[in-house]
């Protein structure tokens, strides 16, 4: 009798553990290309290497065009692929256009794996796998890459311009941005932690240096000379001043002490909900290593193609 009822609870629980499965179009673990290519996850991370130890800055641009490509109809590799006569991409949406980078290593990345195991190796893969190489090289922390992703044939320059958050967003519009994308509010500050590393051009933060208060004198002053209130809007400075190539929490003592350079970074340390969690990040090293590392994995599982689903590109920069 018992054992009857217990066989039906794990017949219904088999059922819905394999109806959420193809809902959720899983991603596979690490070990997804190796019978299928093995030397793909060690052929991105020695080109990464290098590409980092060639420019430093690289490390921060590969990690942020993942996140620009999952935050746009999910991670796809959308944001690779080139405008042509007949096709618009992402690469021209505000958010885009003149600043992320990063696509000639990408290609060398794809050129070596195609070449070792033609049109198995994604192009959105090589986007998580790099990313996660980028950070771990800038001495952040690592975690596990989820894998199997397939390549859209799409991409929507709409989207990009409406799902890609602004430096002008204030606390509530942040936190809207990423809830939109299924994080909370703890896991934006966290994943805004990648501000850790990288650049941003004087037009995406001059008024804040001009115009806003909460902002250390000291801080604006330095910044101004490389970022004139009018002219220079290319001109770049590092998102975190203390570290700007290292991975660590110095971005949250950063916005504790009024120096977050952009308006959005420092709307996390101006007096509201997220407060809290910015003094304890810019305490504690190792509950934000951990967190990012959660965030980092949640946020590579967006809308996945996987299955039959998209394709695997042969170039990342134009559907097959
Ligand atoms: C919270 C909302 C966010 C806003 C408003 C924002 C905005 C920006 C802006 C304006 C820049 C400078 C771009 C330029 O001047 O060309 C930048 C750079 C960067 N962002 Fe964000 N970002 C956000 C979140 C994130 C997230 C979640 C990540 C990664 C997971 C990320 C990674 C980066 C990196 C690494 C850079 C430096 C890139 C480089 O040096 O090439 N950002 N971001
Ligand atoms: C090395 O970095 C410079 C920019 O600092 C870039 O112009 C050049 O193309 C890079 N070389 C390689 C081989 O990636
Ligand atoms: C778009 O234009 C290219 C030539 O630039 C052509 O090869 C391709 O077939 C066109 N695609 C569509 C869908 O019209
Ligand atoms: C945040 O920005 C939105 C949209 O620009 C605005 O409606 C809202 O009043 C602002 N909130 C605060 C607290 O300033
Ligand atoms: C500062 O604010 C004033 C008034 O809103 C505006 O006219 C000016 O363009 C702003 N300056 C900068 C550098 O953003």
Known sequence: ???????????????????????????????????????????????????????????????????????????????????????????????????????????????????????VVSCADILAVAARDSVVILDGPSWQVQLGRRDSTTASLNDANIDLPAPTLNLSGLITSFFNKGFTAKEMVTLSGSHTIGQARCMTFRTRLYNESNISPSFAMSLKSNCP?????????????????FFDNAYFSNLVSQEGLLHSDQQLFSGGSTNAQVAAYSKNLGSFRNDFADAMVKMGGLSPLTGSSGQIRTNCRKVN
């Open 1 to 119: 009798m018992a054992s009857n009822t217990n066989r039906k609870i794990y017949f219904v629980f088999f059922v819905c553990a394999i109806a959420l499965r193809s809902a959720l179009a899983q991603l596979s673990n690490q070990d997804y290309y190796t019978q299928r290519c093995p030397r793909a996850l060690e052929t991105i991370q020695s080109a990464v290497r290098s590409a980092v130890a060639n420019e430093t800055r690289m490390g921060a641009s590969l990690l942020r065009l993942h996140f620009h490509d999952c935050f746009v109809n999910g991670c796809d590799a959308s944001i690779l692929l080139d405008d042509t006569v007949n096709f618009t991409g992402e690469k021209t949406a505000f958010p885009n256009v003149n600043s992320v980078r990063g696509f000639d290593v990408i290609d060398t990345i794809k050129l070596k794996v195609e070449k070792l195991c033609p049109g």
């Open 229 to 245: 209130i009018s002219g220079g809007d290319n001109n770049l400075s590092p998102l975190d001043i203390t570290s700007p190539t």
